[in-house]
T-cell receptor, first 114, second 112 residues
């Protein structure tokens, strides 16, 4: 009955590879997010997405792309992986609207690029 | 855009003592200020929040105060326990979740 789930939990890969991280939420929320957390624990928003609008943090390289097959899923695709992409990636969701600001986070995916 | 600063970056307290974490924000349009707790190996989880029409909010051992004029807000934890040890993040955003930014985090250690 996990609210926000991510797979895989750990991902180890070589530089230059393409990989995906999947995210699913069963809360019926309208908005989903992807965050990158570096080794210093800084949480940086990468994308926010609902069925109307994709907002991209302008600092995110275009090698990263979110794909949403439906409202409950927002997957993260990463092309041509680089060493600096190593981090923990969190998916989150929120209901949106005035009283729906709380974000529910997934358990994270630790990506290691060798 | 919004900029959120958070201090201290690390904080150690003895069990039973109080802990205070402070945040400042830059965008006067921000109206919603949540606090998240991240335990080791887990995602952040909301513990308390406050909106700009309220100066203080309390939930058991946790309280948040907001000074909108000075653009700062604080998290207060009383009677700390070892399970309070975690990384705490403040955030600022508009009422509808727009323009949200997290602070850089505070690692709290509660020593038994």
């Amino acid at each position: 009955d996990t609210a926000v789930s991510q797979t895989p939990k750990y991902l180890v890969t070589q530089m230059g590879n393409d990989k995906s991280i999947k995210c699913e939420q069963n809360l019926g929320h309208d908005t989903m997010y992807w965050y990158k957390q570096d080794s210093k624990k800084f949480l940086k928003i990468m994308f926010s997405y609902n069925n109307k609008e994709l907002i991209i943090n302008e600092t995110v390289p275009n090698r990263f792309s979110p794909k949403s097959p439906d409202k409950a899923h927002l997957n993260l695709h990463i092309n041509s992986l680089e060493l600096g992409d190593s981090a923990v990636y969190f998916c989150a969701s929120s209901q949106g609207g005035y009283r729906g600001n709380e974000q529910f986070f997934g358990p994270g995916t630790r990506l290691t690029v060798l | 855009g919004e900029n959120v600063e958070q201090h201290p970056s690390t904080l150690s307290v003895q069990e039973g003592d109080s802990a205070v974490i402070k945040c400042t924000y830059s965008d006067s349009a921000s109206n919603y200020f949540p606090w998240y707790k991240q335990e080791l190996g887990k995602g952040p989880q909301l513990i308390i929040d406050i909106r700009s029409n309220v100066g203080e909010k309390k939930d058991q051992r946790i309280a948040v105060t907001l000074n909108k004029t000075a653009k700062h807000f604080s998290l207060h934890i009383t009677e700390t326990q070892p399970e309070d040890s975690a990384v705490y993040f403040c955030a600022a955003m508009g009422n509808y979740g727009q323009n949200f930014v997290f602070g850089p985090g505070t690692r709290l250690s509660v020593l038994p």
